[in-house]
């Protein structure tokens, strides 16, 4: 199994290693160099002393091919994607934009037909998502095939599930770039309460113990909210204390059918004035895939959603135009004068609006009025 990734990248190419942050970029010289290698000799010299520079603890003086994996160009140039590999999940958060959680999806070899399909279209960084991922009967199988295609693998999980000896036998041949743990609470209390699951705070600390120890690149996503909203700074502290990094969430958004359901669960006293929406490349460098591999611009704009398994990638040839259209400012947006400095863009606009959200949730008119 590799250990290194040369790949185009957008307009460049880079050098990156799975479960590492650090990388560098590769001149297209040098990229056609080792693509053209044939893997059964060492690599050249400058990449040997690259890689000793770089990541010491990695011996890059065998077979280049035992241990570099070269990725294709790719005419769709596509980088990033997400996939939701199933909705179910072991937990019932009240917060939670996917609304009901349902355990249904493609059967695995439709799924490695779209991650086939994901790497062909050049993406090379994944965000592996649920729903709870870990609880997918495919998600080991799934989770090799995308790191064998040569991908950067961010799972995104509660941790519930990672003390699990397969699991962390798998990250530990198949290094993630990423583990993004969602948290929920630093007391039982509040977080059996937020995910409606009794015992829900002790398979959390178990895994995260786990995860710990096995060193896994961990990142929490902080999330805020009614239930347990006096706890953000213990939170934060159990953050530090472990050494992780961290980012804090709270603004709830409503679930992806249009339900104010998610937004009880906000707490009102830390609602954030978000930054203005400055654009984003969805649909044009970025995709999302769902359990059933429609894919959409993102998670939040899932209109006009294309079949992979029916329409192979041929079928993101009309996600740009799909993505254009997506991001105009129309229905209860049309004509806003203030639309140049608007906060969120016009699918979740659509999502406020369709959940009867109060406009001093999301939109600047409802805050001015507020203030």
Known sequence: MHSLIASPFLEDHL???????GGFMLPAHRYEELRAHDGAGSGPAWLVDAVRGQWPDLDPTGPLGGYLLVRRPSAWGYSRASWEINLGCNYKCKHCYLGLKVNSGMPLADKLQCLQIMAEAGVLWLQITGGEPTVDKDFIASYRAAYSLGMMITVSTNASLLWRQNLLDLFRECPPYRVTVSMYGATKASYDELTQRQGAWDVFVQGMNAARRARLPLRM???VTEDNAAEEQSMIDLCQGWGLEYNVFTNMTPTIYGGAESLTAQSKEHLRLRKPFGGCNAGHT?????PHGL?????????DQISLPSEGIDGLARLGAIADRLMLRTGGCTGCQLSG?????????KHYQEAKAPLGSYCQHGIKKAG
């Open 341 to 349: 400095t608007c906060t969120v863009c016009r699918p979740l606009a």
């Open 295 to 303: 894919v959409s611009i993102c998670k939040i704009g899932r209109d």
């Open 221 to 223: 996503s902080v999330i």
């Open 286 to 290: 970025f995709f999302h895939t769902d």
């Open 15 to 21: 050098l990156v290693r799975p479960g590492a942050r």
